[in-house]
């Protein structure tokens, strides 16, 4: 593994898009709950109108979003094996790094939810010493389950790579 900052599997932008979705949607229905009781005062023909084209607006508006999020979210996630560590970077508005020592991976796990398989890609789950997080997933596969690291979406392939290469760190680390 050579020293530059690579990008994810292409196929991680629908699982961006949809979490956007879910977000987006769950907020709508919130709002939109309270904004149909402020369309009907009366005339009910009129206000379904109404509704149909706020609805229908704001439709748009999510898609559009998702997208603009998903192409940013996939430019801007980046994973890196250095001599030493596993080096992480992503962030649209609010950038976050982090650094996991070799010294202290423990495990390295590789899932393939639904969409993954679909999309011909894995997730890819790093343990580390003394860390304790919640177990969590995301609603698509893609999340830490306890991890300290994960990389979301890399080609099969390069999975298997990423675990072998990690596991030959720690095995030399440990004297296996």
Same mark, same amino acid.
């Given at each position: 593994?050579?020293?530059?900052?690579?990008?994810?599997? =292409?196929?991680?932008?629908?699982?961006?898009r949809?979490?956007?979705?879910?977000?987006?949607?769950?907020?709508?229905?919130?709002?939109?709950?309270?904004g149909?009781?402020?369309?009907?005062?009366?005339?009910?023909?009129?206000?379904?109108?109404?509704i149909?084209?706020?609805?229908l607006?704001i439709l748009?508006?999510?898609?559009? #979003?998702?997208?603009?999020?998903a192409?940013?979210?996939?430019?801007?996630? %980046?994973?890196?094996?250095?001599n030493?560590?596993?080096?992480?970077?992503?962030? #649209?508005?609010?950038?976050?790094?982090k650094?996991?020592p070799?010294?202290?991976i423990?495990?390295?796990? #590789?899932?393939?939810?639904?969409?993954?398989?679909i999309?011909?890609?894995?997730?890819?789950?790093?343990?580390?010493?003394?860390?304790?997080a =919640?177990?969590?997933?995301?609603?698509?596969?893609?999340?830490?389950?306890?991890?300290?690291?994960?990389? =979301?979406?890399?080609?099969i392939?390069e999975?298997?790579?990423?675990?072998?290469?990690?596991?030959?760190?720690?095995? %030399?680390k440990?004297?296996?």
């Amino acid at each position: 593994m050579n020293n530059i900052m690579r990008t994810l599997h =292409p196929g991680v932008r629908w699982i961006f898009r949809f979490n956007t979705y879910s977000i987006f949607i769950t907020i709508f229905f919130f709002v939109g709950l309270f904004g149909i009781s402020i369309f009907l005062d009366g005339d009910l023909l009129g206000s379904l109108s109404n509704i149909g084209k706020a609805f229908l607006t704001i439709l748009i508006l999510i898609i559009i #979003i998702g997208e603009i999020y998903a192409r940013l979210a996939y430019q801007f996630w %980046k994973y890196d094996f250095t001599n030493t560590e596993l080096k992480i970077e992503s962030g #649209i508005i609010w950038k976050k790094y982090k650094s996991i020592p070799y010294q202290r991976i423990q495990n390295v796990e #590789i899932h393939r939810g639904l969409i993954a398989r679909i999309c011909g890609f894995s997730n890819i789950a790093i343990h580390t010493a003394g860390y304790s997080a =919640p177990v969590h997933r995301g609603i698509w596969g893609v999340g830490g389950s306890g991890a300290e690291g994960g990389i =979301p979406s890399v080609s099969i392939e390069e999975g298997e790579k990423i675990r072998q290469f990690v596991m030959n760190k720690i095995g %030399k680390k440990s004297g296996i």
